[in-house]
C-alpha cells in the first residue's frame, strides 16, 4: 500500500512539474515580443535544411531564437484560436515554414512573398514559427 502512495504521489509530482514547464515554455514564446530583438536572418529553404541535416544542430543556432524570414507565401489559413497563419516555401515539398502570426499583425492579402520575424519553436515535419510579426 506504501508504494503505491508513493508511485501516484510521484506520478502526480512528475504530471504537475511537466504541466508547469509546458505552460511557462507557451507562454514564455506565445507573448515574447520579437519586434525589438535582434534577429537570425535565414532563407525557408536553409533553415528547413539545417532541420532536416541535423536537428539538434539546428535547435542550437534557432530553438527560442528570434528568426527573420523571407519567404514566397504557400499558404494563408486561420488556425483554431483565429490567429493568422501562414507557411512560407521552402523548395521541398514535404517540409515547410509554418508560422502563427501575432494578434493584431496586418499583412497585404496580396503579397506573394513575406518577410517575417518570430521566435522558432522547433521542425514538426515544418520548421515552426510562433509570435511572428510582417518585416517592412
Not at 507562454?27 to 535582434?38: M, P, Q
Not at 534577429?39 to 527573420?68: C, F, G, H, P, Q
Not at 502570426?101 to 497585404?108: D, E, M, Q, R, V
Request: net charge positive; proline share 2%.
Amino acid at each position: 500500500m506504501k508504494k503505491i502512495l508513493l508511485s501516484a504521489g510521484a506520478l502526480f509530482l512528475l504530471v504537475a512539474l511537466g504541466g508547469w514547464y509546458y505552460v511557462f515554455q507557451y507562454s514564455k514564446t506565445h507573448h515574447r515580443d520579437v519586434a525589438n530583438e535582434d534577429a537570425v536572418v535565414v532563407s525557408a529553404a536553409r533553415i528547413v535544411k539545417d532541420y532536416e541535416a541535423n536537428e539538434k544542430t539546428a535547435n542550437a543556432r534557432y530553438l527560442n531564437k528570434a528568426i527573420e524570414i523571407k519567404g514566397v507565401v504557400l499558404k494563408r489559413e486561420k488556425d483554431q484560436a483565429g490567429d493568422m497563419t501562414l507557411t512560407l516555401k521552402s523548395g521541398d515539398p514535404f517540409a515547410n515554414v509554418f508560422c502563427t502570426l501575432k494578434p493584431g499583425t496586418t499583412l497585404n492579402p496580396r503579397a506573394s512573398t513575406v518577410m517575417v520575424k518570430g521566435v522558432c519553436t522547433g521542425f514538426l515535419s515544418d520548421v515552426v514559427l510562433n509570435g511572428a510579426i510582417v518585416v517592412k
